[in-house]
């Protein structure tokens, strides 16, 4: 996939498995997807080994986010819906690499290859409302805010938080110049 300032969007590799195990697994980052418990290596093997690289066929696509050839995140593009031409997006980048301009980079890469490679007419990214560096992230990149789910997302403690739906819609956006 495409790359712009060191920074690129690759398929996910065996190699990496250890890596995700650690982000997986991060009690920091285990409320933020959908998935309420830990991952083992061995699911991780699975998951990477059968993967379907079509994600029209699969419905879903992750991919790493590199910079400088090192592993500093993922995207993921899930919920992928051909009938209707839109998808969902989610993006993590590694505690480390944050607020570099890595994830600003990778979400405007997905967001071109959603438009230019899928064909797909809209994005949408559910961001929990105590999240301020995603919310201002999908808001920099162009996510309109059109939707708020109240206590949408439970913590640990046994409180809700609400969650805020963002939308970019694909056709607004005038193609780069070739």
């Known amino acids: 996939m495409g790359h712009s300032a060191g920074i690129t969007l690759r398929a996910i590799e065996p190699s990496d498995i250890d890596r995700l195990y650690l982000w997986e697994n991060d009690p920091e980052l ?43 995140g993922s995207i993921d593009l899930y919920d992928i819906d051909t009938r209707n031409s839109r998808v969902s997006v989610g993006i993590m980048i590694c505690s480390a690499q944050r607020r570099k301009g890595i994830a600003t980079e990778a979400l405007s890469q997905i967001v071109s290859y959603v438009r230019n490679t899928l064909n797909l007419h809209q994005i949408t990214a559910t961001v929990s409302a105590d999240n301020a560096p995603s919310i201002k992230l999908f808001t920099r990149v162009g996510f309109i805010h059109t939707a708020t789910l109240r206590q949408w997302i439970q913590r640990k403690t046994g409180t809700f938080v609400d969650a805020r739906v963002f939308q970019m819609s694909l056709q607004d956006i005038i193609p780069a110049a070739q």
Do not use: K
């Not at 991952?39 to 879903?60: F, I, T």
């Open 30 to 72: 285990l409320g933020c997807g959908i998935s309420s418990a830990p991952y083992s290596r061995h699911q991780l093997w699975e998951y990477v080994n059968n993967y379907d690289a079509d994600p029209l066929h699969c419905g879903q696509l992750r991919l790493m986010i590199t910079t400088d050839g090192e592993a500093v």
